[in-house]
């Protein structure tokens, strides 16, 4: 992916990492308001390994023309995987126990 590549962007919405931002811009917006690459980098190892691969297997899926239904079909652990990270963070109001800071080390 190139830096201003817009995967970036929907990963970094996939994958709800404006929950883990310490950027409260990134928290009242629900959306990264800052590099959605250093998001994704920085924010991405938070997230469970396994919903990780179900957001890029619906970004591979999009990029390729499969709807969701059909990524669920062939990969429905990584996507529910996903559905599961994502409802976890929105049931706790994006209130995330560990958060990742912008100088790239983690924070409490």
Not at 12 to 25: E, I, Q, R, Y
Not at 35 to 53: H, I, Q, T
Request: charge should be positive; include cysteine; aromatic fraction near 6%.
């Amino acid at each position: 992916m190139l830096k201003h590549d817009p995967a970036y962007r929907i990963t970094s919405d996939l994958l709800c990492l404006w929950a883990l931002c310490s950027k409260p811009a990134c928290r009242r917006a629900k959306a990264c308001k800052d590099n959605p690459k250093a998001c994704v980098a920085r924010c991405g190892p938070l997230v469970p390994e396994d919903a990780r691969f179900g957001a890029l297997a619906l970004l591979q899926g999009a990029r390729d023309g499969v709807g969701h239904d059909e990524v669920r079909r062939f990969e429905p652990s990584g996507v529910a995987a996903l559905e599961a990270w994502t409802a976890q963070v929105h049931a706790s109001g994006g209130q995330a126990r560990e958060t990742c800071d912008h100088a790239g080390a983690f924070g409490s």
